[in-house]
């Protein structure tokens, strides 16, 4: 998501967003799918991770986009692992992500684009992480600290909010849906956490549940608002060119999916559920779209290397 490093940006925005896709498709029960998404999100994973090694130990800049959405990146495979039954790897995950989230949440951030929105997402990937692994082996300390992460990331969410430059809603290449993305993760998180109760694991009394029911539902509608305001935006103010920033659009799309889809199960409201898969299938199309719009500006690219490189000569 950040301009210097496209190539970079890249693998660690495609991990995130396709983690996202297979977080989404299990939600929605499609368990084949979902594996594919979470092995094309591992392979791009290992690329982002090995190129931001070397950009860190070049460079020795750490709070950089590529470094927070890598961490976010992280969470999201993590909860794809704790999914498909690997909770060993999936903790492994979570431990990785805190250590990195921890070196990175104090380091000074540059910008006021829609990247300032990276904290509360790596913030809310943590908590969803936590709460998944809560649910799947009854541990109550960790749901406990997922949710301090949860309101930590809200209020993250808030700072960056304060920060981010408004008129980046008509200049932004992409990022700027960060601002609809950390909604819907956080949403995701509240959801998560309220999944994670359960007979045999007691987390919240009706109080601090009903607290927790109306925040997720308040930030998923917020997300969606979000969304569609952005959306038109996008109509006023088309771009037409292709930015790897624009994978924070993929990935706000799919995520907003997947939090209605874990809301829906959490609530347990039927409707909402035909409405997450609904969104899902929109935004595996743009999931698809940006991917093959990738692929084009990548061989357009090479094209015009070509012809420099012959014109040289």
């Known amino acids: 998501m950040s301009g210097p490093s496209p190539f970079a940006a890249w693998w660690a925005t495609y991990a995130l967003a396709t983690g996202i896709v297979s977080v989404g498709f299990d939600s929605a029960g499609y368990a084949g799918a979902s594996r594919i998404a979470l092995a094309l999100a591992c392979a791009a994973w290992l690329a982002a991770a090995v190129g931001l090694a070397r950009r860190t130990h070049r460079e020795w800049r750490v709070a950089t986009p590529d470094a927070l959405t890598t961490v976010a990146a992280t969470t999201v495979l993590g909860t794809g692992f704790s999914a ?37 997402v790596a913030t809310q990937g943590l908590a969803v992480l936590g709460a998944t692994l809560a649910a799947a082996d009854a541990v109550a300390w960790l749901a406990h600290a997922a949710l301090v992460l949860f309101w930590l990331g809200l209020a993250l969410y808030c700072f960056a909010l304060f920060r981010f430059q408004p008129r980046q809603v008509e200049e932004g ?9 950390a909604l819907a993760v956080s949403a995701l998180a509240g959801a998560s956490l309220l999944g994670a ?101 990548a061989r357009a690219g090479a094209r015009r290397s070509r012809v420099r490189s012959r014109a040289r000569r």
């Open 197 to 297: 109760d359960s007979s045999r694991l007691y987390l919240w009394n009706e109080e601090n549940a009903d607290t927790l029911r109306t925040t997720t539902v308040a930030l998923l509608v917020l997300a969606l608002i979000a969304c569609v305001a952005l959306l038109l935006a996008e109509l006023f103010w088309p771009r037409h060119h292709y930015d790897v920033r624009r994978w924070a659009t993929v990935f706000a799309a799919v995520v907003t999916a997947a939090a209605t889809l874990a809301v829906a199960a959490a609530l347990d409201v039927p409707w909402l559920d035909v409405a997450g898969k609904v969104l899902l299938w929109i935004a595996v199309a743009a999931w698809l779209g940006c991917t093959a719009w990738a692929l084009a500006a």
């Open 84 to 120: 498909a039954g690997q909770q060993p790897l999936a903790e492994a995950l979570l431990t990785l992500a805190m250590v990195l989230w921890a070196v990175l949440l104090t380091a000074k951030a540059e910008g006021r684009r829609g990247t300032v929105f990276l904290r509360c």
């Open 173 to 181: 290449h992409g990022d700027h849906w960060l601002a609809a993305g």
